[in-house]
């Protein structure tokens, strides 16, 4: 069975500390791993799809990495904005298969 | 450019109501989903569909049924409602299939009291 396990479950940043999420995935043949921040009341937001292990994709102060049994969301220098929980999926059948997700807090 | 939009944002039901909640979405996407989000449990799959007209089964599709009669419509019903039932209901929409990336409405609050 496919499973998605992230940690840590909730993260506290101090402004300007950086830090990595993990994510990491047991499936049979991956197609693609999606990262999604979520913030409080809303519906989750696409952030990256990465599809082979090496690749590297960034956006403003996130940076997410591939492995063959993991991925990173790396957070360079945080602001509080960033604070939300941050999801990764990967594609099992027809929908995504997601994780619990990290919870982030970034305190000014 | 309206995305995906679920109605209604809230609701209160009683033990045993039914009701109807409805998603549209606006990026003739293929693929249409319907997740619950519960604390401590993520994002599970209830019911997709793969195209107009058609529907299947998900990850927890007790007590709900789904429809799909205009591609740009995807309808999940609850008959008849139960408390475990009180979650955040999310409709999700792709392209063409799971590789493709995921655009979610903002959801819907439901308490089964």
């Known amino acids: 069975e496919d499973q998605v396990t992230q940690s840590p479950e909730a993260l506290r940043l101090q402004e300007g500390e950086s830090s990595s999420l993990n994510c990491s995935y047991t499936v049979s043949g991956l197609r693609g791993l999606f990262w999604y921040r979520q913030d409080p009341g809303k519906g989750p937001e696409f952030l990256f799809t990465?599809?082979?292990a090496g690749e590297e994709k960034e956006k403003e102060r996130l940076k997410a990495t591939l492995t063959k049994k993991e991925s990173f969301l790396h957070i360079t220098a945080p602001k509080p904005e960033d604070s939300a929980t941050y999801l990764c999926a990967v594609p099992s059948g027809y929908a995504l298969n997601f994780g619990k997700g990290t919870s982030l807090l970034v305190t000014p | 450019n309206a995305g995906v939009t679920q109605t209604p944002k809230f609701r209160v039901l009683k033990t045993g109501q039914s009701m109807t909640l409805l998603c549209a979405q606006d990026m003739n996407h293929e693929y249409m989903y319907w997740y619950r989000q519960d604390p401590g449990m993520g994002l599970r799959l209830i019911h997709y569909s793969v195209g107009e007209g058609t529907t299947a089964k998900g990850e927890v599709p007790d007590g709900y049924n789904v429809s799909r009669l205009k591609k740009q419509n995807f309808l999940l019903g609850l008959e008849s409602a139960a408390p475990s039932q009180t979650s955040v209901y999310f409709c999700?929409?792709?392209?063409?299939?799971?590789?493709?990336?995921?655009?979610f409405g903002q959801g819907t609050r439901l308490t089964v009291v």
């Open positions: 990465l599809y082979s």
């Open positions: 999700a929409s792709s392209y063409h299939d799971s590789h493709s990336k995921a655009f």
